[in-house]
């Protein structure tokens, strides 16, 4: 009877162990920021090069990390799906990280705990807004982003913020192919703007 009872002490001790280290893990879903695991990264994004599929990220530990996405990558915000495309500078998030054999993280999910407006905005260099005018070739609504022909016949590509205004939403909602377009924002390099009015 005691062996019976030690045994049964013992298993439990080891479901015990087990469901610790499942609450360990990585981030389950979208509002669980969970506990973080060893290869799971918190920080500030800096950038977010679009054409490579990387986000530079400066953790909490002040560590600069290079992450890779790729188009399955889910990006969670007050519980609505993005794209990685869509994150800015200043966006505060959680990364669930996983490394390749050369070290190289890699991500397919992304939480936003706090956007860049969240946080008071994000001091671009310069200060100063530029400005981008063009006629529209292609619109992505699920990805919140749109491409603009300038007079250098050059496609910038165009993200929307996670929080966007109401109006400057229902301005996108009701963009066209063809549709005349003036915005405000900034350059990321020279294909891709980040948004930050109509005009």
């Known amino acids: 009877m005691k062996l019976m009872a030690s045994l049964f002490g013992f298993l439990a001790l080891v479901l015990l162990g087990l469901t610790g280290c499942h609450e360990l893990g990585h981030i389950d879903g979208p509002g669980d920021y969970g506990g973080i695991s060893g290869n799971d990264l918190v920080g500030e994004v800096r950038n977010v090069d679009t054409r490579a599929r990387q986000i530079e990220l400066r953790t909490d530990a002040g560590r600069r990390e290079l992450v890779r996405y790729d188009n399955n990558t889910r990006v969670v915000y007050r519980q ?11 966006d505060y998030v959680a990364v669930r990280g996983q490394q390749d054999r050369d070290g190289r993280y890699y ?17 671009r260099p310069g200060g100063r807004f530029e400005r981008l005018e063009g006629t529209v070739s292609s619109i992505d609504s699920r990805r919140g982003t749109f491409e603009v ?4 016949s050059r496609r910038v590509l165009v993200t929307l913020p996670f929080d966007a205004s109401r109006a400057d939403r229902d301005r996108f909602d ?17 294909d891709r703007f980040d948004f930050e009015a109509f005009l």
């Open 149 to 152: 022909r300038n007079r250098d």
């Open 107 to 123: 991500t397919d999910y992304i939480t936003v705990r706090e956007s860049a407006q969240d946080r008071g905005g994000y001091s």
């Open 80 to 90: 609505q799906d993005y794209a990685a495309s869509n994150l800015e500078p200043g």
């Open 174 to 190: 009701r963009l066209r192919e063809g549709d005349s377009v003036r915005v405000e924002g900034s350059y990321v390099n020279q």
